[in-house]
Structures are given as structure tokens and as C-alpha cells.
């Protein structure tokens, strides 16, 4: 929502439903593994190159924080320059850190970088309290100092070497903070029951290409012997899971056919498994997906959120619209984040008879969902959305298109391309 001489000025979707989602489509770099490589990229003295980047909010965010502290940086199509040879700063301000959660994993890039660092709170999507605890912990236990006041966040790493951590829970972030973190130390550092998403393993290879020696990350117990010289780099970026995931969910609710160019199959195995309990049907042929989805109507009786290799939290949103229109009743549990299940509340709106009580919700399939207006609140919830817009009868609009664009760069676009009838307006 932005303002413009006064005049408030609401950015939205306007989506007409109906029409089965058919065609090819090719899946974006991944948000979630871009970002952190960005942050390592603040290790090395020099320079950068991330292919297949996302242009997507985050990443642009992430982009003017690290120009902020002095990197040069620039496009070519979807190829990203980053010289970090004159960093200057180690301060991110609050009103950069608000907007994006995963800024919080330059505190230890920094601490590498410049011995120092201060980052203000981390914001981002509001789905649960998700504290930075065991970001700051791992970072204590390899010697940091760290201070918190109303602003931010400080650390000192004067004291700083190799260590052992093990992390009482399974963190992407806070994994990630601990690699970052130690690349530059002496000495070894080992970490355990660390999370072992794909975006890890993609960090670590990375790394490994800049000069670092970072092992384990397919294990959970990732060692990282630091202190090596880093080097210039040009690293490609893989498709994105999730987005690959949320597309299948738009052939799913449409009873489309979809096509993918790039799939990341090995990545998304658990979310194929439960497209499979509904009736989709694909197959891996040629290095695409064909994924046939006009028999995709089953409800599915329990589904879970859980760390990866388990289906993911960041689909659980859209695979609650798909259900919402599936023959039966279905039943989510969200084991991750205690507050995600704000978009049920906007599919209830649309026709859909879900209910929510604690970490599980109760999806009861109906035939159809009828246009609405309709607030995204946050990334995964407003996606969800749009695939109950593409299936409902009538004009749905949608608000809140700005949380869209943290992490789909084209997805109004590539609905288009399918067959979907999708228009921006303000």
C-alpha cells in the first residue's frame, strides 16, 4: 500500500477464474537459496557472479542492503555482479532489516568480513514469533560477543575461532549463520543436527567454489575448516522449489496439464508424493516434468509440515487451496511455524469450509469457490490465493499483491502464459 499526494494507493491482482492451466512454463532461480549466497558473497574481497538470480523483492532488498555497506553491484538479464572489494560499513540499519527476515544472516558474514557487526530486527512475513536465538547462540559459541538493545543487534568477534555446536533444533537460518560465520575463523568448526535443506547443500558448494572448505551438509553435521583465502567466483543458481511446487498447485486446483522445463525433481519428492494421493499424475522425461492434473481431485487425509525431506512449510498454503476444491476431507498440521494459517480465514471468504484449531486445520472439499475480494498477509499465503482466484467462479481481487513479489517474479505472467486471465492494476 503506498501514498501518492495523499491519495492511498492499493496495489492488487484482478483474477478471472475458470479456465484449466495448460502449457510450458520454466521455473525462476530460488529465493531461498539466492539470498544467502548473496550475504557470502560479503566474505570475499572481490568478486561475485550469481546466474539465474531471481529479479524478486527479497533479492533487490538484499542487493541495496549490500550496497549500503559498500558493494558495487549490477544486472545482466538475470546474472548479478557483486564487488565487495571496498566494503566500508558493518552496520545494516533497522529500516532495511524490518523488510526481510533473512538479513539476519549478515551478522555472521559481517563478523567474517569485518570483525564487527550490527543488524536491527529482522522482519519480514508475520507467520509466528520466529526468534533469532540459535542464531545468536551458535555465534557465542564460536566466541563472539553480543549485545542487544532496542536498535539491533551488535556482535564483536575480536575473540572468535573454530568450534563445536550443536543445534537443539533444526534451523535453515541459523544454519546457515554458523557456516557464514566460520568460513573466515581459524581453526575447525563443527556444526550438528544442522537443518539439511537443498538451499544448505547449494550454500556449501558455493562456498567450496570461492576457495572455502565447507563438508557434510547432505549429513547434518557440517565441518568447515576456515580461514582460507577466498577467490572470485561465478556460481548458477537452481530453480526454485517452491515455486516449481506452487505451479503444480495452479495445474492441481485448475485440473490443468503443466510442462516444466527445469524441474528441481530431486527436491521436491515429498510435495510429488502427496500431488500423487490426489490423483496427479507425472512423469520426469527428457529432463521435464509433464504433470497432468484433470484427475487431481482427491482429498488427501493428513498432510504435515516437516523439515526437509519432508513436505514443506512454504507449500502448505497452496496445497490448502488445491484441497479446498478436492472430493472429501482433508487435514493439515503445520508443524513449523504457529501461525500460518492466516490465508484459511480468506479461502473461507471464497467459498471454502475450513477450520483451524491450533497447529491443524480441517479442509472440507467443495466443488467450487466463487470470486471475492480477498488481502494476502503474507509470501505463501497470497500465492495460495491467486490459485483459488484462477479456479473460482466470478472476479476475484486480490490486495497485498507487495508480499507476492517478495519471492514469484513473473508469476502473474506465467499464469498468463497458461491460460490464466490475470491483470496488476492500482
Not at 502449457?23 to 548473496?38: C, D, E, R, T, V
Not at 568478486?47 to 549490477?74: K, Q, S, W, Y
Not at 490465508?343 to 470470486?371: D, F, H, P, Y
Not at 486480490?398 to 499464469?415: F, K, V
Request: hydrophobic share 40%.
Amino acid at each position: 500500500m503506498r501514498r501518492y499526494l495523499g491519495v492511498q494507493r492499493v496495489d492488487a491482482i484482478r483474477i478471472i477464474g475458470g479456465r484449466p492451466l495448460e502449457g510450458s512454463i520454466y521455473i525462476q532461480g530460488s529465493k531461498n537459496a539466492a539470498l544467502p549466497m548473496m550475504a557470502a558473497a560479503l566474505l570475499h574481497e572481490g568478486t561475485t557472479v550469481l546466474h539465474n538470480c531471481p529479479r524478486i523483492a527479497d533479492v533487490f532488498c538484499m542487493e541495496e542492503i549490500l550496497r549500503e555497506l559498500g558493494a558495487d553491484t549490477f544486472w545482466e538479464e538475470h546474472s548479478l555482479h557483486i564487488d565487495c572489494s571496498r566494503i566500508g560499513k558493518s552496520h545494516v540499519d533497522q529500516n532495511y532489516a524490518k523488510k526481510m527476515r533473512s538479513s539476519v544472516i549478515l551478522l555472521g558474514a559481517l563478523l567474517g568480513r569485518k570483525k564487527e557487526g550490527t543488524i536491527g530486527y529482522p522482519g519480514g512475513c508475520v507467520i509466528g514469533q520466529r526468534p533469532v536465538d540459535l542464531h545468536l547462540r551458535v555465534l557465542r559459541c564460536l566466541g563472539a560477543k553480543i549485545w542487544q538493545t532496542e536498535e539491533g543487534i551488535s556482535a564483536d568477534a575480536k575473540e572468535m575461532t573454530g568450534g563445536e555446536f550443536i543445534f537443539p533444533q533444526r534451523s535453515v537460518g541459523a544454519t546457515e549463520q554458523g557456516i557464514l560465520a566460520a568460513v573466515r575463523l581459524p581453526g575447525v568448526t563443527k556444526l550438528y543436527n544442522c537443518a539439511q535443506e537443498p538451499e544448505i547443500l547449494w550454500l556449501q558448494k558455493m562456498l567450496n567454489e570461492m576457495g572455502a572448505d565447507v563438508s557434510g551438509a547432505q549429513s547434518g553435521q557440517i565441518c568447515i575448516y576456515g580461514g582460507n583465502a577466498l577467490r572470485d567466483c561465478e556460481f548458477w543458481v537452481p530453480p526454485d522449489r517452491i515455486v516449481a511446487g506452487t505451479y503444480l498447485c495452479a495445474s492441481a486446483i485448475t485440473r490443468g496439464r503443466l510442462t516444466i522445463q527445469n524441474p528441481p525433481v530431486g527436491e521436491i519428492q515429498a510435495f510429488l508424493e502427496v500431488y500423487r494421493k490426489m490423483g496427479g499424475q507425472y512423469e520426469f522425461n527428457s529432463g521435464k516434468l509433464l504433470a497432468d492434473s484433470r484427475r487431481a481431485t482427491k482429498a488427501v487425509s493428513f498432510v504435515e509440515t516437516k523439515e526437509y525431506p519432508g513436505f514443506p512449510t512454504d507449500l502448505q498454503s497452496p496445497l490448502m487451496a488445491v484441497l479446498a476444491v478436492a472430493d472429501g476431507v482433508s487435514h493439515i498440521r503445520e508443524n513449523i511455524f504457529e501461525d500460518r494459517f492466516k490465508t484459511a480465514w480468506e479461502l473461507n471468504k471464497m467459498g471454502a469450509t475450513i477450520q483451524v484449531s491450533g497447529q491443524e486445520a480441517r479442509i472440507e472439499g467443495c466443488q467450487n469457490l466463487r470470486g471475492a475480494t480477498v488481502e494476502a498477509r503474507e509470501l505463501r499465503g497470497g500465492a495460495a490465493l491467486m490459485l483459488a482466484g484462477l479456479a473460482a467462479d466470478g472476479e476475484t481481487i486480490l490486495t497485498g499483491s507487495a508480499y507476492i513479489d517478495r519471492g514469484y517474479e513473473r508469476i502473474c505472467e506465467d499464469m498468463i502464459s497458461l491460460g490464466g486471465r490475470i491483470e496488476r492494476y492500482r
